[in-house]
């Protein structure tokens, strides 16, 4: 819904549209390069005000405003990455990317409708996970070009590497990718089995729907209890499932979109207190990511809390 207000700024400033129109893009471009919603809206908002302290002359001089945008934001990227790996090196237990719901399923008054990711194969857990793995200007120059499609020379303007070097960067990223051999996507049917035997707290079903090598990783920050180590092996696993479920019996599991793909959300008197993503290959659960850390679970904090259970 266009305002009174937003209508008079259009009048008044022809580029304002042009520029605001962008902001969704370079939403959807920062959350895959910092694996962050909230990080990413700082990116936004730190790149939107860095055009703002340009004089009108210097703005009218822009040719393509969108391509500035596009270009701070990256840099805003590149400079947060670098500064991420020592913030993450103080972090409370493992870190994980901020799960996000489905775009119908966001809590109300977190951003803007128009803000809201879009979720496809480049924001999947796994796939986020493998992106961790990288080095910031990898990361960079793999999100611009593999999934953004901008061209090497127009990577290498944003980045400050020459083409041959970028192209270096992206053969190195997609060597990383394939070594990791991320999951595949998951299936509803298997998630939906995993939330029945852990429901029903059967071990040995759960053991059977878990690959004899899978680990789960939590992420609590500090905040909330779960394991600072990856928990390994399926008979580990499962037995501390149930344990979970055993010591939380007020706790309800949903089925629900993560990153676009089949998860599991825990709630609590009607708050989300855990989001589960998963990994498949094979028809058995791999990688099971638990995301328990409050501050990454802002979009899931209203979701329905009077909701009916989904049938399994």
């Known amino acids: 819904m266009t305002t009174r207000s937003e209508t008079a700024h259009d009048r008044s400033d022809p580029k304002l549209g042009a520029i605001m129109s962008e902001r969704?893009?370079?939403?959807?471009?920062?959350?895959?390069?910092?694996?962050?919603?909230a990080d990413a809206e700082d990116a936004v908002q730190e790149t939107y005000a860095r055009w703002y302290t340009l004089s009108r002359e210097e703005q009218d001089a822009i040719a393509s405003p969108g391509a500035w945008l596009t270009k701070v934001a990256s840099r805003v990227c590149l400079n947060l990455l670098g500064s991420a790996r020592a913030r993450r090196?103080?972090?409370?237990?493992?870190?994980?990317?901020?799960?996000?719901?489905?775009?119908?399923?966001?809590?109300?008054?977190?951003?803007?409708?128009?803000?809201?990711?879009?979720?496809d194969e480049s924001v999947n857990m796994a796939f986020l996970v493998v992106l961790e793995s990288m080095t910031p200007a990898e990361r960079v120059v793999f999100i611009l070009h593999d999934v953004f499609r901008y061209p090497f020379p127009e990577v290498a303007d944003i980045v400050g590497r020459t083409p041959a070097a970028c192209r270096q960067l992206a053969t190195s990223a997609r060597r990383r990718i394939r070594t990791a051999q991320a999951p595949a996507t998951p299936r509803a049917d298997i998630v939906?089995?995993?939330?029945?035997?852990?429901e029903a707290k059967d071990i040995a079903a759960l053991i059977g729907l878990l690959d004899?090598?899978?680990?789960?990783?939590?992420?609590?920050g500090g905040l909330a209890r779960t394991s600072r180590h990856p928990v390994e092996g399926a008979e580990q696993i499962a037995r501390g499932l149930v344990v979970i479920a055993t010591h939380a019996p007020d706790v309800t599991f949903l089925e629900r979109t993560v990153?676009?793909?089949?998860?599991?959300?825990a709630q609590q008197r009607g708050v989300i207190v855990t989001v589960y993503a998963f990994g498949i290959a094979g028809g058995k659960?791999?990688?099971?990511?638990?995301?328990?850390n409050p501050e990454k679970l802002r979009?899931?904090?209203e979701e329905r809390q009077h909701e009916t259970p989904r049938a399994g």
């Open 192 to 198: 939906r089995d995993f939330k029945q035997a852990w």
């Open 212 to 220: 004899p090598r899978a680990t789960v990783i939590g992420d609590g």
């Open 259 to 265: 990153n676009g793909q089949p998860g599991l959300v």
């Open 285 to 292: 659960i791999t990688n099971i990511w638990a995301v328990r």
């Open 89 to 119: 090196e103080r972090y409370v237990g493992e870190w994980l990317p901020e799960p996000l719901p489905e775009p119908a399923e966001w809590s109300g008054g977190i951003g803007d409708p128009a803000d809201r990711v879009t979720l």
């Open 24 to 37: 969704r893009q370079l939403i959807n471009l920062a959350y895959r390069l910092l694996g962050s919603l």
């Open 299 to 301: 979009p899931w904090k």
